[in-house]
């Protein structure tokens, strides 16, 4: 006598077959490697200055390392010469957004998105605030639709920095550049209301 609840299931045969089938597209995937990791990381620092003004600077993060030959090289004078405009990293030009007006080192910036460059001197740099943004690098900087430029002075560090760094202080007062041994500090405060 036939067991009635086992008369309707497939032989084996056919389960492998099943089996087999169910597998198939599984087996004509072909495996996909990650993306290459970018020789320059895009990197963000970002801070809440107070209720209304939120402030996110975007760039990508070169290093010291060069990237193909594995040497350490001389950034400051050398790689990024002093007295050119440079993008403030990596790639794209580094860009600020602010969601209410601030004060950088003193001079007011209105709420809005901005491309960042700077002129690097040994002892201090010219940081450029200009409203062309979506360049890459500094090839295509127009001196004309600079919104604002300050002068800022060059600290030494005790520290080395293998990779380009902006980060804000842990107040918010400061938005800080720096990279090998080579530290820029920029007073930043929501501007004084009228």
């Given at each position: 006598m036939t067991n009635r609840r086992f008369a309707s299931l497939p032989s084996i045969p056919a389960l492998a077959a099943l089996l087999f089938l169910a597998a198939t597209p599984a087996l004509a995937q072909k495996s996909i490697p990650p993306a290459k990791a970018p020789v320059s990381p895009m990197e963000m620092a970002a801070k809440k200055l107070d209720d209304t003004t939120y402030v996110k600077v975007t760039y990508h993060s070169p290093r010291i390392q060069d990237p193909k030959t594995g040497q350490k090289r001389a950034i400051f004078g050398k790689l990024v010469p002093y007295g050119e405009v440079w993008r403030l990293g990596a790639n794209a030009a580094t860009?600020?957004?602010?969601?209410?007006?601030?004060?950088?080192?003193?001079?007011?910036?209105?709420?809005?998105?901005?491309?960042?460059?700077?002129?690097?001197?040994?002892?201090?740099?010219t940081l450029i605030v200009n409203k062309d943004v979506g360049q890459w690098g500094a090839y295509k900087y127009n001196k004309d639709n600079d919104v604002l430029r300050v002068d800022v002075p060059v600290k030494k560090s005790a520290d080395t920095y293998e990779a380009f760094t902006i980060a804000f202080d842990e107040k918010g007062t400061a938005l800080n550049f720096s990279w090998e041994n080579t530290q820029v500090s920029v007073p930043v405060?929501?501007?004084?209301?009228?």
């Open positions: 860009e600020l957004t602010t969601t209410g007006d601030i004060e950088l080192a003193g001079q007011k910036l209105p709420a809005g998105t901005y491309a960042l460059f700077t002129i690097p001197q040994a002892d201090k740099w405060r929501p501007a004084k209301k009228s």
